[in-house]
């Protein structure tokens, strides 16, 4: 009975914190905090994590790789709108199609490890998503390109972080199975860099997802 009380308590922080806030609370964060509540029941219950449960980090890479994969494949529809070069929109329906993909394996993931995902992208990114919904043409291009870049940047030390440090074997499979891509979606970033003669400016920290 226990097994299947904790899930639903875990579901139930979620409900909570979604349905506080009129500001609009964040996904993401209601994500992170219901899964710490459920672990940290866990263990004041004197039942450690195990196989299933997986620990907060593990739990919050699946959380961050949900919100990054849904970001990218948003990002990548627009692209495919607004951009003015071929190539670039090209690049934005490669990013819907298999960012999608990653993001099916990591909610298959997920629920085999009983962690609640975020159902849509942070505030951060969001707002990233409206700033560039306001590019047009050549600037869309530029300022679209160079977020790739800088973003798989970030993602691939998150992943590397994961494959090497993380405590869950499956979740660190699944970050060393999609270094790959991650690594072949910046190489062609890259190339779009040089393709629109872009002046690289010096990468800006990307904030948390």
């Known amino acids: ?35 710490a509540a459920r672990i940290d029941s866990l263990q004041a219950m004197g039942r450690p994590t195990d196989t299933i449960t997986l620990s907060k980090p593990d739990a919050d890479f699946l959380v961050n790789a949900a919100s990054g994969a849904m970001l990218e494949a948003d990002l990548g529809r627009l692209a495919e709108t607004h951009a003015a070069n071929p190539r670039v929109r090209d690049f934005g329906a490669m990013m819907v199609k298999e960012h999608s993909e990653g993001l ?56 590397q972080k994961q494959a090497s440090q993380g405590t869950d074997s499956l979740t660190r499979v699944f970050a060393t199975g999609s270094l790959q ?29």
């Open 181 to 209: 891509m991650l690594h072949r979606h910046l190489d062609s970033a890259n190339s779009l860099v040089n393709l629109l003669g872009l002046n690289r400016m010096p990468t800006q920290p990307i904030s948390p997802k």
């Open 104 to 159: 099916e394996k990591i909610q298959h993931l997920a629920a085999r490890k009983r962690v609640v995902l975020p159902d849509s992208v942070s505030q951060h990114q969001q707002k990233e998503i409206t700033n560039l919904q306001k590019k047009k043409g050549g600037d869309f291009d530029k300022a679209y390109v160079q977020m790739m870049v800088d973003d798989h940047k970030s993602d691939i030390n998150e992943f």
């Open 1 to 35: 009975m226990r097994s299947l009380l904790f899930p639903c308590l875990g579901l139930l922080f979620f409900g909570l914190f979604s349905a506080c806030g009129g500001g609009g609370p964040d996904p993401v964060k209601n994500a992170r905090d219901s899964n």
